[in-house]
């Protein structure tokens, strides 16, 4: 990966609709030039999707937060990726090394439906101990992509 890749990267990152079209010019590059760049990245794994980021408010989710959970000694491992995956308030989850075992970030209707997620993650999938953090706001720009 070049100093190209990493700025076409860049723009994307920025404004995933970018057209090959703005992508070629920013770069200083042909359309096919600019096409075959692009083509490469998604096919080396640089590029793995184009999405869509919706706002909480957008989605009629305007409760953020984040939630740390240990799970109780002896729990079993098996399905809770699934379980979290298939939980529509959860929109971003992580293993961790430390005191805590996953953190979760989610998005719900109201503090009412966040106690029911809590609820549930503490009755039925064996989650000892969570810490809850209400997010205020997320500063501009975040969460982004890390660029080599």
């Known amino acids: 990966m070049d100093a190209i890749d990493r700025r076409i990267l860049e723009l ?25 760049r ?34 109780s000694p002896g729990s079993p491992w098996e ?13 971003d989850a992580v293993h961790l090394t430390g005191g805590f075992d996953y953190q979760v970030r989610v998005r719900s209707r109201s503090i009412a439906e966040l106690d029911d997620l809590l609820r549930w993650l503490k009755e039925s999938m064996g989650v000892r101990e ?7 706001h997320t500063v501009d720009g975040f969460p982004r992509e890390a660029i080599a």
């Open 79 to 91: 399905g809770i990726d699934d379980a979290l995956r298939q939980h529509d308030d959860v929109i």
């Open 38 to 71: 692009l083509r490469r990245l998604q096919e080396s794994g640089a590029i793995e999707r184009f999405t869509v980021r919706l706002g909480g408010p957008a989605t009629g989710r305007p409760v953020e937060a984040l939630v740390d959970l240990q799970l």
């Open 130 to 136: 969570t810490s809850t953090r209400i997010v205020l």
């Open 12 to 36: 994307l990152v920025d404004d995933g609709r970018t057209s090959v079209t703005d992508l070629a010019d920013a770069v200083h590059l042909s359309l096919s030039a600019a096409s075959q």
